[in-house]
Structures are given as C-alpha cells and as structure tokens.
C-alpha cells in the first residue's frame, strides 16, 4: 500500500519570548510584535497548526548539527508552507497564485477531492536543506493529517522544492524542474539521514494503522484494499497517495463511510447509556417495591 499523503497542512506557532528575573518577567516590544506576527498568521492558517520543536528528527535519530537538513527555524520559509498547505486545503487559487511559481498546474479536482477527507494538518514540521543553487531550498514537510471521521491522524512526509523569484519573494516550485535539479533531489531523497526520516515516518504510520481499526478500514479504502504500508515511497509519493486521483465522487463515498463508522460508534454509545440509565431505574424501582414491602 502507498504510504502517501496530501500535502496537506496549517501551522500553529506561538512564540513569545520572555526573560524572567527572580519574580520579575520582562518581554521586550519586538519579541511582542513577533508574536502577534506569529498569533495573526496562525489565525488566518486554521487548517494548519505547526509544531515548534524538531520532534521528528529526534524520532529519526538524525543529529541535526552534523546533517545538511535540518529544522528550519525561519519565519519566511514557514510562512510559505503553511499558506500553501491551508491554500491547497481550502481550494483558495487566488492565494496560492501569489506563492507558488505556475498555479495553472495545480489540479483542482484533486484539490476539492482533498478537501472533503483532509480537516487539518497537525504536528506540521519544516525539514530543508540548501537546494541545487542559492537561493532554493529542498523541503521535507512531515505531518500528521487529520480525517473527517476518523480519530487517529495519519503521519506523512512530502518534498517541496522552494526557488526565489525575480523580485526576491519565496515560491513552491510547480513549474517544470530542471533535469539538474531533478537529479540533486533524487540524490537527496537517497541520503543517509532522509531515509531514517522516511523510515521513522513509515514505522509511525503502521503504529497508527494497528493500533485504530477504525483507520485501517480507511486507508485500505483510499489505497485499493490493502492497508500496507509501501516502504520504498518517496516523499512526494507520501503526499499525494491518499487522494491521488481520486474524484469528489469517490472521496463522498470515503467520507460518508467515515462518518457513518463515527455515527455508529455514537449510536452505540448512547446505546449503553440508555441501557445502564434503564437498568439504573429498574433498580430504584425494585428498591422502593422492597422497601414498601417490608414496612407492610
């Protein structure tokens, strides 16, 4: 089974930085406005909510000061991916024409499909490297993807390709990449520390498939019956396994039968209540008959 995943994804990142002196804390008024930057961008992007800390390369075991890909810490880079993931999510093309470098090449089908299965991107961390020449950058974007319907987010990995346009503004790459870059970002896909990424990722989304029946019926749905997980996807692979190709008429059909399995387990939760609420009566009851009949 396919081991990918939509580029899914929004990210949350509230960073206010404070001093503390014994009892006194003091944060000084351009950490105050990075904030409120960061609050502003987190609350126009609800689909994605990042994750501060560099969780998944710890998971993988990579020493991010002896690797060339590493968490990115930059405001710019985070801000583009997070716009292009919620852009993607909410089929916004007026937005995402202004951040990637060709929208005509975007498919909106597959997009809208997208949209009615994806609600959110969780956990959403940036992985880059310098790209081919300077001023591109070689992305990894991993994220947990969370499902109408379902409990369990499902992780993924996916690469972007980040270029610097004429005017100096950061772009996702949807143009035609060069054979030159082609072959820089298969040689990255085949680096040491990529692969444990991948592998980590892989191990996490066989974790979540065992441990959720729920969301094995649903991935083996999305990928033709078969809930395993394919171990020599690449990470644009990963992105796009779950809906590729898939119509807004195929994705009702996942949807409704996700919500139909969250309508059945409320259906048979209100089921036990009703029948201990029930058995609970019939006890009181049982009592008071008990109680008048001893006094008789």
């Known amino acids: ?24 804390s003091l944060t000084s008024p351009s950490k105050n406005n990075a904030a409120k930057k960061e609050q502003e961008q987190t609350d126009a992007n609800k689909f994605v909510v990042m994750n501060t800390g560099a969780k998944i390369l710890k998971e993988a075991g990579v020493d991010e000061k002896k690797s060339k890909i590493k968490k990115d810490a930059t405001t710019e880079v985070n801000e583009l991916i997070m716009n292009y993931l919620n852009g993607m999510l909410t089929c916004d093309l007026q937005s995402l024409s202004k951040i990637v470098t060709n929208v005509d090449n975007i498919d909106v089908e597959e997009m809208q ?31 947990e993807l969370k499902f109408t319907g379902i409990d369990t987010a499902a992780p993924g990995l996916n690469r972007l390709y980040i270029v610097t346009d004429k005017d100096g503004n950061l772009k996702i790459e949807l143009s035609l990449i060069k054979q030159e870059v082609q072959e820089f970002i298969a040689k990255a896909d085949e680096c040491e520390n990529v692969k ?61 039968s996700a919500t139909q399995q969250q309508a059945e387990g409320e259906s048979e939760n209100t089921t036990v209540q009703q029948s201990e609420a029930e058995s609970e009566t019939q006890s ?9 009949q001893s006094e008789q």
Do not use: H, W
């Open 284 to 292: 009181e009851q049982q009592t008071e008959e008990n109680v008048t």
């Open 113 to 143: 499909a997208k949209r009615s299965l994806i609600e959110q991107y969780q956990n959403v961390e940036c992985l880059i490297m310098d790209g081919y020449t300077k001023g591109e950058y070689l992305a990894y974007v991993y994220s």
């Open 1 to 24: 089974m396919k081991f990918k995943y939509k580029k899914i994804i929004l990210m949350i990142t509230m960073c206010t930085m404070c001093i503390g002196m014994v009892t006194i």
């Open 196 to 256: 444990k990424i991948i592998d980590t990722v892989n191990y996490k989304l066989e974790e979540a498939i065992n441990n959720d029946p729920k969301f094995r019926a649903f991935y083996a749905k999305l990928n033709g019956g078969s809930d395993e997980v394919d171990k020599e996807a690449m990470p644009d692979d990963t992105e796009n396994a779950q809906t590729e190709g898939l119509t807004e008429q195929q994705t009702d059909g996942v949807s409704e």
